[in-house]
């Protein structure tokens, strides 16, 4: 084990001062070893793939035949018992066909569970959806929940749900959530939103 020091020094990345004591040869920050390393990594991905390969064939006694794929030692599929192909993932547990008829017979036996438990989610996500841009129609001021939905204030919401490829509903509420709320967005009835999509505005607006 190196020695500790408790001679102040400062990192050599981010310029702060090393915790005291600090072993004799440290010249960073953890957290700043890290970071430059996964830069380093970035930077020189595609000259480094050969290395991790290399080593990854070494340690496991396997031998590379494409990308994700191994000869690999016979292993019976945990499904139909039958063995599975040499040449294959290392991740591959059954054949393609048993796998899918166990999905079918699982969805089948627990599909009242399933559905309930996909029902409380979108209900969930709904709900994060309206806790953020309001639970009340900006337009008419609309409160029942059932009754409400999101907006794009500048219109083009069609164009939109196919540039990002949800055509609506929990899809277009997931990518809200996975891009933090973004901004331009409001909370309206649908009564009101169908009105502004198809005539341009609502007639609330007009009589206001």
């Not at 396997?62 to 499904?79: A, D, F, I, Q, W």
């Not at 627990?110 to 639970?135: C, M, P, T």
């Not at 409160?143 to 749900?161: K, P, V, Y």
Request: hydrophobic share 25%.
């Amino acid at each position: 084990m190196l020695p500790s020091i408790k001679d102040p020094r400062d990192c050599d990345i981010c310029g702060l001062s090393l915790p005291i004591p600090h072993a004799a040869n440290q010249k960073r920050h953890h957290s700043c070893r890290k970071a430059s390393d996964h830069l380093y990594y970035l930077a020189h991905r595609e000259e480094l793939k050969p290395y991790y390969l290399k080593r990854y064939l070494e340690r496991n006694d396997v031998e590379h035949l494409g990308r994700n794929r191994k000869r690999l030692g016979p292993t019976p599929c945990s499904e139909c018992g039958e063995p599975l192909p040499e040449i294959r993932s290392p991740k591959m547990l059954h054949h393609a066909e048993c796998l899918a008829a166990y999905e079918r017979r699982h969805t089948q036996t627990h599909r009242d569970r399933k559905n309930e438990v996909r029902r409380r989610s979108n209900r969930a996500l709904r709900d994060q959806i309206l806790d953020y841009y309001g639970r009340q129609c900006c337009c008419c001021g609309e409160s029942q929940d059932q009754f409400l939905t999101i907006d794009h204030i500048e219109g083009g919401g069609n164009a939109h749900r196919r540039e990002i490829k949800r055509l609506g509903g929990n899809g277009f509420y997931a990518w809200l959530r996975q891009s933090e709320f973004p901004s331009g967005f409001q909370t309206l009835c649908f009564n009101c939103n169908w009105a502004k999509g198809h005539h341009g505005h609502c007639p609330h607006q007009a009589t206001a």
